[in-house]
């Protein structure tokens, strides 16, 4: 019985490393690596071996006749991508597929190549993958440095929380935290606790992996009302980010606006009106899953600019919601090139999945349905205002010809899930338009011995295992510039930067400390029935840290 990829796959291409028979595709050296939304597992050259199952950091590979109820569909789905291809064809006929052997970015390094002293700041996957990379390829000593006291980056608060199996790619990066080569120093801010130009004289390089976690604006009248907020802030409320106030989501009202069709507007809608008593099955947060027990949600609209036949979500993400046990997806049929969209599309298109849900023309007059809840798709519509006068009240949206006339829908939350970018990092040069930083293959333009990575690098594009090919480039070029000496060489050693560490913010949390987090949040979990309960402030994180949190019994 063949495998096939599922879910919540991460494409990092692990599972085509290990494959004897190249039938994983696409491979980091192909074209369409990184542009599709998964991998794909060819049914005709697979022999069942299951070492992708057993390399996969996010289980999500499985035997086809193993697949769970809610993952039958990418059966089809994995036989669907090679059904116009042969071996060494792309779509178009030309040579595509190539047996994934060699890195993509081919390194040569001298035998008696001297260790280096490199720090990463940032600990989600751009930042560990650089690590990663590092510490099996070379002999480099790394510093780990997060501003948060506890490591993990967008796993850790950006997964949704009921996507157990994707998060267990922080498992993958853990190992390294207790790596003999590696100094942990979590909690210390850099252009805060300590300056750029420190932390380069004390480093032979620095590699940002900083992300981009600022909101894009909608830019209409009233999106700063009470109750007009970025989705990213939603999604760190629910994942116990503690930079974000406990209070910050109020769920009183019953409909919720959503402006945008991604990954992450399909996630926030799907948290809103999932049972309450599914996600304790994750490890959302406390706090969050308090308020969507006594919250009143039970309608969340998806607007949409586009059609269907132009949504960014992934299938994967849409597949979810059609399994979400009592919750009816809608579409709303106010524009008639919705339906025709849908009806026209093939078989492996996006807005084929769609195909089947009701349709109707909804009366945004009346409150939503009185049973149940629902996901209503208004595609071909755009936020114009945000109305209230205290508080966010309704949403003005266009109507199938763009006029700004269009409906009025009632509702007491909007969340814009417009996209992300990066913000200025000190030290380094930033681009306004890009909302990133320049580079040349990850080197920072202008400044030897620095380096960027991840989205901060590339802009907010690509899941978790993009960041893999990404690390490598700027790991590459990193290794280049050390062989070439052009790195600056550091101007005091491991321990002294230790020493300044200390001297600017003692309270930064080790390995060990963050040892002790984990066992913390576990033994929550265990008290409550729960896997985990993050702990959600500051505070509380680093007294965990330090051992002095006790568990109330």
């Known amino acids: 019985m063949t495998y096939a990829i599922t879910q919540t796959c991460c494409s990092d291409a692990t599972c085509v490393s290990v494959c004897p028979v190249n039938c994983i595709h696409p491979t980091p050296e192909e074209p369409d690596f990184g542009r599709t939304e998964m991998l794909y597992i060819d049914p005709k050259s697979c022999i069942d071996c299951g070492a992708c199952a057993d390399a996969c950091p996010v289980e999500a590979v499985f035997p086809l006749d193993r697949l769970p109820a809610a993952q039958q569909e990418y059966g089809p789905l994995n036989a669907a991508y090679f059904a116009d291809k042969e071996l060494g064809q792309d779509a178009a006929g030309g040579p595509n597929f190539h047996v994934w052997g060699e890195p993509v970015f081919k390194r040569s390094l001298p035998s008696d190549f001297a260790p280096l002293r490199v720090a990463v700041v940032g600990t989600g996957p751009a930042g560990m993958y650089a690590a990663e990379d590092l510490l099996l390829h070379t002999s480099a000593e790394v510093t780990l440095i997060d501003r948060l006291p506890v490591a993990g980056g967008l796993i850790r608060y950006g997964v949704a929380p009921d996507h157990l199996s994707t998060k267990k790619a922080g498992d993958t990066f853990a190992r390294f935290h207790t790596h003999p080569r590696v100094r942990m120093h979590l909690g210390l801010e850099v252009g805060r606790d300590i300056t750029p130009e420190e932390l380069a004289a004390h480093h032979d390089a620095v590699i940002y992996a900083v992300g981009a976690s600022a909101g894009r604006q909608l830019g209409i009248p009233g999106e700063d009302l009470p109750g007009s907020i970025c989705a990213t802030t939603f999604v760190s409320w629910y994942n116990a980010h503690p930079e974000v106030a406990q209070d910050a989501v ?85 524009d008639p090139r919705t339906g025709a969209a849908i009806d026209a599309a093939d ?98 333009a202008g400044l030897r011995g620095t380096y960027v990575v991840g989205w901060i690098k590339r802009g907010p594009s690509g899941g978790i295992g993009a960041n893999r090919t990404c690390a490598a480039e700027t790991v590459g070029t990193l290794l280049d510039d050390a062989v070439g000496g052009t790195l600056p060489a550091p101007e005091h050693g491991a321990k002294a930067f230790q020493r300044l560490v200390r001297r600017r913010n003692p309270r930064t949390v080790d390995a060990r400390g963050l040892a002790e987090i984990e066992r913390a949040e576990l033994a929550l979990g265990r008290r409550d029935g729960r896997p985990r309960i993050k702990l959600a402030t500051l505070p509380e994180l680093v007294a965990a840290a330090r051992g002095r949190r006790r568990i109330p019994g």
Do not use: M
């Open 347 to 444: 078989p492996g298109d996006r807005a084929a999945l769609l195909q089947g849900v009701a349709r109707e023309t909804v009366d945004w007059s009346c409150p939503p349905p009185p049973a149940g809840r629902r996901i209503v798709f208004r595609f071909h519509s755009a936020p114009v205002e945000a109305l209230g006068e205290d508080a966010l009240g309704a949403v003005r949206v266009t109507d199938g010809a763009g006029s700004a006339d269009g409906p009025e829908i009632p509702a007491g939350l909007l969340l814009r899930a417009v996209g992300q970018r990066g913000v200025p990092v000190p030290g380094l040069p930033f681009d306004e338009a890009t909302a990133t930083v320049p580079h040349e293959g990850g080197r920072v």
């Open 250 to 334: 109020d769920l009183s009202s019953e409909r919720v606006v959503v402006v945008g069709n991604g990954n992450v507007a399909l996630d926030a809608a799907r948290i809103l009106v999932s049972d309450p008593d599914a996600l304790a099955a994750g490890d959302i947060a406390g706090h969050a899953l308090e308020a969507l027990r006594a919250g009143s949600v039970r309608e969340v609209v998806l607007l949409g600019r586009r059609g269907p036949e132009d949504a960014s979500y992934t299938r994967s993400e849409l597949l979810a919601l059609k399994h979400l046990a009592g919750v009816e997806l809608v579409v709303d049929d106010h």
